[in-house]
């Protein structure tokens, strides 16, 4: 069956959408860097470092979302029921609600899980580093994002290749977390591999359930 590009063209709106508000947030917000000098940019030399994490985890939800919802069996029942003027959730709507409101809890329990273990100090440089690793995580799914929609290809083997592709880039972000030089995660070893079951894996898990089952 052949794609017809202008089917998706809400997918280039959302990507475009996306990508201006990088190039706002490092021009604005970042003092005019470029995109390799904010990822080798120290925390010191740095500046809106709260506004630019919230901007980037912003455009990972989105960009995630459109790459996630054509691959969703269904919306559920108890979400489509629910309806504002006529209208429901679709599987883009409902994927970002789902990644959203996981991202945003998850990043709640985060800062109380290191404020909770006397590493309150640290929770700035984390959030700092992580958001360098979801900004270069988003803009592989915004290329993905546009193989998926304007390509002709497998949808299955292209879900079998991100399923392997994440989780290669999920082991990553666990040993990018572990070894950063910038010593992130609570010094204390068991509360490194607590934050890393309950606040990484088990969260990952959920969300997939949610979402695919």
Known sequence: MIRIAQHHDWVVWIILGCIFLYIFMLISLRRDSGILEFL?????DS??????WII???VFCVVLSVLVSPYLPAVPESISAVQFGGYELNKFGFSFLAIGSFYFLKNILSYLFFAGTGSGKKWEMFYFTSSKFYFCFSLIIMVLCVVDNFYMIDRTEMFHYCILGFSAIFLFKLSYYLFHSSRILPEIWYYKFLYICTLQIIPVLVLWKVLFF
């Open 47 to 52: 500046a809106n470092n709260y506004l630019s």
């Open 56 to 58: 980037i985890s912003v």
């Open 40 to 44: 080798v940019q120290k925390i010191e």
